[in-house]
């Protein structure tokens, strides 16, 4: 039947395409080179916080190697200074040998006008001729002394100020230099490092505790967001320097029962020995925000970090 | 399915063998059920289109012959007796069918013109609308294969996606390496269903226009003819 050749037909084509295809389609290989594999730590805030605590007992470094931000072989700084010519010194007394030799010719012309006086008085014009010239040679003479002056007047100037500029290249914005190796030395913790601060858990203590005596106004809650900020300076016992300052200016009935409410709450609240007498410093003055809408989540600000 | 299994079938496929063989057999066994039944209908399609196109040269040229002939001059018995002798399609048909119930209505024990005309034009629909069903067959089947052929390779290839990715899973490893070769597999059952699809879709669309353009001739010569019984009959009468 006809439908039987087509399809016999449409059979052979698809084999003949299909083949085609088996033997020309590869897929070619791109060539990329396997990524390496970038390391990331994740930090929980109180492990980062405490990264950069400085180690009293860390192991010194026999060298402090200075801290560089690029590495590279040295460069000696060049030798710029202007270059001290002692050969144009010598210029002007090698000049002078040569000045001996003008008195040669003067005696020759003076000894040839002797022998044709000696045969013939008559005036030669060619002896007189050549004692012409003597005269212009006498005042060469006379000039030659004056040429050893000129050199001299120009004294190689060594001009100590314009060698120290010449010298200092670098560019004074520049805070790191180049070296042959990267300082790894451990730093006893860097001026911003966060050395030696209050931990997470102190923070959080402290704020708990502060929290936990905190009874604002009733009514607070429901209010807008009303945020008051107490410097509080502590003693080294965790006792309370002075009463705390409230920093957030307010007004208002309202206003004047929350602030006292966070006063009474950081009176109430010592002696804070959650804070470690070894890290006095870090928490001597703080300033702490009490939050009606962030109360059970707010960070304290902490002053001198 | 265990995950073990599927990262074996697959990881052995590295991106430096990757021909269609390869592709084919590191597959599946949907995946290449897919393959096979996209690769079969793509056959079916273009043994469709092949026996279409002819079917639809040859029928043109017969009906251009028998309008030459019908048109001629000759006597219209004459003609239906060259005809009728062997078995005819389209516009001969048609003719035979109108003339046969010509004769009949004339040639029997007793005439029966009365109703005639319609008779005539009652046969040469339903031959007409035999026609058009011989010129339509399998028609169906290309437009089924040009709608759903790119469903079914998608089909393939979400399932190929599904297994790579339990590969992926199972190995632990989310290098390209581990990644490409299944889904490349899985892409070419799509890539066999669009194959199949597109010539499906426009063999169709070619060969419904042609069955619209012959189905109107054959209408048109039907209007003509059953003019011409039309004014034979009221002659007789």
Known sequence: MQMRTASMISTGLHAAVLLFAVVTFTGKSLEATPVE???????????????????????????????????????????????????????????????????????????????????????????????????????????????????????????????????????????????????????????????????????????????ALWNPPVGAQDANSVQITIRIRFKRDGTLEIGPQVLTSGSGVQFNAMRDSAVRAVLVGQPYTMLRPDHYDSWKEIDFTFDTKEMFHDIPVRRPL | MNPADVAQSVLPLTSSDLSLFTLFWHAHWIVKLVMIGLLVCSVWVWAIAIDKTVLFNRTRRAMDRFEQAFWSGQSLDELYRSLSAKPSHSMEALFVAAMREWKRSFEGPQRSIAGLQMRIEKVMQVTIAREIERLERRLLVLATIGSAGPFVGLFGTVWGIMTSFQSIAASKNTSLAVVAPGIAEALFATAIGLVAAIPATIFYNKFAGEVNKQAQRLEGFADEFSAILSRQIDDRE
């Open chain 1, 37 to 211: 594999a970038l390391p990331v730590d994740l930090l929980s805030e109180k492990e980062f916080s405490e990264m950069t605590k400085g180690v009293k007992d860390a192991p010194k470094p026999d060298k402090p190697k200075p801290l560089v931000e690029k590495i590279d072989t040295p460069k000696p700084v060049e030798q710029q200074a202007p270059k001290i010519d002692t050969k144009k010194e010598i210029a002007p007394t090698a000049e002078k040998p040569p000045e001996p030799k003008p008195p040669e010719p003067k005696k020759e012309a003076k000894a040839e006008p002797e022998k044709p006086a000696q045969e013939t008085p008559k005036p030669d014009p060619i002896a007189e001729k050549l004692k012409q010239p003597d005269k212009p040679k006498q005042e060469t003479k006379t000039e030659q002394p004056k040429k050893p002056d000129k050199p001299e007047k120009k004294p190689p100037k060594f001009d100590a100020s314009k060698i120290a500029a010449l010298l200092d290249k670098r560019d004074p914005t520049r805070n790191a230099a180049t070296g042959s190796e990267l300082s790894s030395s451990p730093s006893l913790g860097t001026a911003s490092g966060l050395a030696a601060q209050l931990s997470q858990s102190e923070i959080d203590a402290l704020r708990a505790r502060l929290m």
